[in-house]
């Protein structure tokens, strides 16, 4: 009935790119099918951290949640993917940069075929971003919206330099926004949050992976979960099915684990 799960221990002994390599070997994407209905289909794997109790945030932020472990997986699930799939709101509030090249993954991404650095698209219905804000014109940077979004703010954006997607009328649908990074050649889909987004994703059966980082405090108060129920019928997310792949702690006492889904097990 019992089975036990041995936690690899993550160490820096090795020096920190021998370390990230590691994750790297941990963290595999799956290989894509080269033709068929599947050839074309993102793989969405989610990051997310919290507290022992379950807490997202410490002060509205998931930052205090984190350590150089955290740190180090964080770095490794970017530097394999194609795209990082973000809240617009939680890519603002958690200071959010445009991604680099990491030099430590660079000869990986190429031989997959990759670009240098993962594309960063925003989700955003009502467009509250900042016009200034530095990621937003980059080339790789889409915003993903629907067309009932403020059109003095579209204009606003558009003005700045955005590059603005509709995926919906009169919201942004997550089927769409997935069909969109599938269309936009970014098979390996990274979502990074916040709440609201990952659970828009859970309720459209979308969520092939779940990376869970489990912070060692106990955090208390009324802060939040990494999903969010986001339907209007507050019927409640239905149960997904999940096996685990790896599990792993650092010297801080840090457990990061990574799920997958029963019916994506056997690729792994």
């Not at 036990?4 to 002994?13: G, R």
């Not at 507290?51 to 394999?80: C, H, M, Q, Y």
């Not at 889909?189 to 987004?197: A, I, Y």
């Not at 405090?217 to 149960?239: N, W, Y």
């Amino acid at each position: 009935m019992f089975h036990l799960h041995k936690a690899t221990q993550v160490t820096p002994d090795e020096g920190e790119s021998e370390t990230l390599r590691q994750l790297a070997r941990q963290y595999p994407y799956p290989p894509r099918a080269a033709e068929g209905p599947g050839a074309r289909a993102p793989y969405v794997r989610a990051n997310m951290v919290a507290s022992i109790d379950g807490a997202v945030t410490v002060e509205g932020r998931s930052g205090g949640l984190g350590g150089p472990g955290d740190k180090a997986v964080f770095r490794t699930l970017r530097g394999l993917a194609d795209v990082i799939l973000v809240g617009a709101g939680t890519a603002i509030t958690e200071g959010y940069r445009l991604p680099e090249p990491d030099a430590v993954f660079a000869e990986l991404r190429a031989g997959n075929g990759q670009a240098p650095a993962p594309a960063l698209a925003l989700v955003s219905r009502s467009l509250s971003i900042p016009p200034d804000y530095a990621p937003l014109t980059h080339e790789n940077t889409v915003v993903l919206t629907c067309a009932a979004a403020p059109a003095d703010r579209r204009a606003a954006l558009l003005d700045a330099g955005a590059t603005l997607v509709d995926c919906g009328d009169d919201t942004v649908e997550t089927e769409e926004i997935i069909a969109e990074c599938g269309r936009r050649e970014w098979p390996r889909v990274l979502c990074e949050g916040g709440p609201q987004l990952l659970g828009a994703v859970v309720a459209a059966d979308l969520l092939d992976e779940l990376c869970l980082t489990t912070s060692p405090i106990l955090a208390g108060g009324d802060a939040g979960r990494i999903v969010a129920d986001t339907r209007a019928d507050g019927a409640g997310l239905a149960s997904r099915g999940m096996t685990p792949a790896a599990i792993m702690t650092d010297d801080d006492g840090f457990v990061f684990t990574r799920w997958v889904r029963h019916d994506r097990s056997s690729i792994h």
